[in-house]
């Protein structure tokens, strides 16, 4: 079973960038989409963009499509997520999943494995 684990997550003030990776443990791994969620207490993981691993086709959250930007190196099989122009309501638990041949999907119940999570903090 594959490993993934996400880092660059941190705190920063509204307007800044930050650049999420999430990275495989297996050196083979294939997925045919990853995909990022977030998700804040109190609340359901909420999607935020993914992409078909074989043709870089994209999908995102419409609060955030002009912002951020998910992306792919097959060969470091790390899948990144570029925030940029941060708000307050951004602030969450940002998570990276292996998800199947739907990529536009927006449910988390077509995504399988799942990282732990990096903390995304924007103040006012």
């Known amino acids: 079973q594959v490993q993934l684990v996400e880092s660059g997550g941190g705190v920063v003030q509204a307007g800044a960038t930050l650049r999420l990776s999430c990275t495989a443990s297996?050196?083979?791994?294939?997925?045919?989409?990853m995909g990022w969620f977030r998700q804040v207490p109190g609340k359901e993981r909420e999607f935020v963009a993914s992409?078909?691993?074989?043709?870089?086709?994209?999908s995102y959250l419409d609060s955030v499509e002009d912002r951020f930007t998910i992306s792919r190196d097959n060969v470091k099989k790390t899948t990144f997520l570029q925030l940029t122009s941060l708000k307050p309501e951004d602030s969450a638990v940002y998570y990276c999943?292996?998800?199947?041949?739907?990529?536009?999907?927006?449910?988390?119940?077509?995504?399988?494995?799942w990282g732990q999570g990096t903390q995304v903090t924007v103040s006012s």
């Open positions: 999943a292996q998800g199947g041949p739907f990529f536009y999907s927006h449910s988390t119940s077509d995504y399988n494995t």
């Open positions: 297996d050196s083979t791994f294939d997925p045919e989409s």
């Open positions: 992409i078909k691993y074989s043709n870089g086709f994209t």
